[in-house]
């Protein structure tokens, strides 16, 4: 790997590090939203317990892009490190781990960020949603 895939790989993984406040964020949602359901689910109106009820649901898959990014973010540094000695070392360690299908490494890297990338905005839309959904509920709790 040369400098300039070394130098993509590095900062591919500071932007999918950077998107850790994101999950943060999706998290705190989710987790208020499952008390909120928890304490008052009883006295809130059908439509503010639906709304409450979907931030949390959607949680699940948020989660699961959350930890995916995570992961992308250490493959990558790992890559730009040279911790991970090359991509078809990657994608071995991977097919073993029963991660990834088995391949033979010559996916691009372009290809590897770019799909990286893709990971991470799948993972803000589903932040978006439960923070839009999250605003209506709170919107909605006190009409009765």
């Not at 540094?77 to 490494?105: C, F, N, V, W």
Request: hydrophobic share 55%; proline share 3%.
């Amino acid at each position: 790997m040369n400098d300039d895939d070394r130098a993509l790989c590095a900062t591919t993984a500071g932007l999918l590090r950077a998107g850790s406040a994101l999950a943060l964020w999706g998290l705190a949602l989710s987790l208020i939203s499952g008390l909120v359901l928890a304490l008052t689910g009883r006295s809130l109106p059908s439509a503010t317990w639906a709304a409450f009820a979907a931030v949390a649901l959607i949680g699940l898959p948020e989660r699961y892009l959350a930890l995916r990014v995570q992961l992308d973010a250490a493959l990558f540094d790992g890559l730009a490190r040279s911790t991970i000695a090359s991509k078809p070392a990657m994608d071995h360690a991977l097919a073993t781990l029963g991660l990834r299908r088995g391949t033979d490494g010559t996916r691009p890297l372009a290809g590897r960020v770019l799909g990286a990338r893709q990971l991470m905005q799948r993972h803000g839309i589903a932040v978006i949603a439960q923070t839009v959904i999250f605003a209506m509920a709170l919107a909605m709790q006190d009409s009765r």
